[in-house]
């Protein structure tokens, strides 16, 4: 039983580069997020999807996009990465109404 | 929106002591109050949450607690182990929204 995984675990980037962190949940959830996490900080969440086809922004959104094209995949983006942007990734789904959000393991971020 | 405050930031008890984890929340209208556990490299786990029309919620050695005058929560763990040593989030949402706000997290450590 799978159910939230998130690719790459670890990725270092060069100032400037452009990447995109996997996430894939098996468990046919409504809902997924982006948070990133650093010290002192807690989650803050970066965008989230209600459903399929959709996507909101959320606190952090700044330097990132998002695509949820399929219901089982949600995709984030830096499309020029800064060193502001080094963090641990996490994505999250949730079936819906008061459901529980389910996390992934992360994804390590440096950029340089 | 919500805020979410989480005190301390750290906490140390000898195993074998109960530990007690409190949370404010300031937005009345929120109704879903989850407790994570985040251990060393892994994404946040729920260990327990509570909805409003619950005062308290029980399960083994973790309880949580919830005060919707004072808008505030509280996770309790009975006779703590070392295994229960971990960072612990805090969260709340109202009916309306999707998401879920985050406190800043504790830390806590359980002295052999």
């Known amino acids: 039983n799978a159910g939230v995984t998130q690719t790459p675990k670890f990725q270092v980037l060069k100032t400037g580069q452009s990447m995109t962190l996997q996430c894939a949940q098996d468990?046919?959830?409504?809902?997924m997020y982006w948070y990133r996490q650093d010290p002192g900080m807690g989650l803050r969440l970066i965008y989230y999807?209600?459903?399929?086809?959709?996507?909101d922004k959320g606190e952090v959104p700044d330097g990132y996009n998002v695509s949820r094209l399929k219901k089982q995949n949600f995709l984030l983006g830096l499309e020029s990465a800064a060193p502001s942007q080094t963090s641990v990734y996490f994505c999250?789904?949730?079936?819906?109404?008061?459901?529980?959000?389910?996390f992934g393991d992360g994804t390590r971020l440096s950029i340089l | 929106g919500e805020n979410v405050e989480q005190h301390p930031s750290t906490l140390s008890v000898q195993e074998g002591d109960s530990a007690v984890i409190k949370c404010t929340y300031s937005?009345?209208?929120?109704?879903?109050f989850p407790w994570y556990k985040q251990e060393l490299g892994k994404g946040p786990q729920l260990i327990i949450d509570?909805?409003?029309?619950?005062g308290e919620k029980k399960d083994q050695r973790i309880a949580v607690t919830l005060n919707k005058t004072a808008k505030h929560f509280s996770l309790h763990i009975t006779e703590t182990q070392p295994e229960d040593s971990a960072v612990y989030f805090c969260?709340?949402?109202?009916?309306?929204?999707?998401?879920?706000?985050f406190g800043k997290g504790i830390t806590l450590s359980v002295r052999p």
């Open positions: 937005d009345s209208a929120s109704n879903y």
């Open positions: 509570i909805r409003s029309n619950v």
């Open positions: 468990m046919n959830h409504n809902s």
């Open positions: 999250a789904s949730r079936e819906g109404g008061n459901q529980p959000q389910h």
């Open positions: 999807s209600a459903s399929e086809g959709t996507t």
């Open positions: 969260a709340a949402r109202d009916g309306a929204n999707s998401k879920l706000t």
